[in-house]
């Protein structure tokens, strides 16, 4: 299983991105990815998560209203639109897949790919 992220850059407080996770090696309907980031200083987070079609995803507080998880199957792709982007959205950003599709902990994702940075500047 292998996950590569891509979509960060440097953006304006107020602006949108949409990153994709590429995912190979696996079949989406099986496994949960969720988005992680990590800020200077601080410790990984997560962001939001997709499941199983059935199952529930799921938005940090911080993102809440502001993020949607979406997912290509056919494309082996996961989406995180961000938008309204603020400067404390600064992070790098990762993107990881759980053994079963159900949203979890993070230390319960297997597979973690490169991260991708995300910058908001004032």
């Known amino acids: 299983v292998q996950l590569q992220a891509s979509g960060g850059g440097l953006v304006q407080a107020g602006d949108s991105l949409r990153l994709s996770c590429a995912a190979s090696?696996?079949?989406?309907?099986?496994?949960?990815i969720g988005w992680f980031r990590q800020a200077p200083g601080k410790g990984r987070e997560a962001v939001a998560c997709?499941?199983?079609?059935?199952?529930?995803?799921y938005y940090a507080d911080p993102v809440k209203g502001r993020a949607t998880i979406s997912k290509d199957n056919a494309k082996k792709t996961v989406y995180l639109q961000m938008n309204d982007l603020k400067i404390e959205d600064t992070a790098v950003y990762y993107c990881?897949?759980?053994?079963?599709?159900?949203?979890?902990?993070?230390?319960?994702?297997?597979?973690w790919g490169r991260g991708t940075q995300v910058t908001v500047s004032s």
């Open positions: 997709t499941g199983s079609a059935r199952s529930a995803v």
């Open positions: 090696g696996l079949t989406l309907d099986y496994y949960a």
């Open positions: 990881a897949a759980k053994d079963d599709p159900f949203c979890g902990y993070e230390r319960e994702y297997t597979y």
